[in-house]
């Protein structure tokens, strides 16, 4: 009978294990097999958290974009295509900027002057 000796979490398992008279290196292979299976799930778990990451910064960068195209439409009514692109190519920082220069300028055109 083999001892428990290699994951004190799978002693059941061993045990059922132990049915088939199961040698010691025969053992070592299953529980090699089920550590390559536990880091296979941590490395795919730490994937999706990294893709939740980056889907949320993206998000609020959309956010960013929409709120000041809002904005320059509540203001000034018609946002020209042009304006558009370079919103949606912006960086959330200088579209920030933006947003508080719709607040001070009195055309569209003064809100994207650098």
Known sequence: MLTKF??????????ELNRFSWTVEEMRAYDSVDMKQAADRAVLRAAKEE????????????????????L???????VPEHYHQK?????????RKWMVRVLECLTIDEVFTE
């Not at 960068?61 to 929409?66: A, N, S």
């Not at 320059?72 to 018609?78: D, E, I, V």
């Open 72 to 78: 320059l439409k509540q203001k000034f009514k018609t």
């Open 51 to 70: 893709g939740h990451k980056e889907g949320r910064e993206e998000g609020r960068e959309e956010g960013i974009q929409e709120t000041l195209l809002f």
């Open 87 to 95: 919103v949606g190519q912006t960086n959330p920082e200088l579209l």
């Open 6 to 15: 290699l994951n004190p979490k799978n002693d059941l398992a061993y045990d």
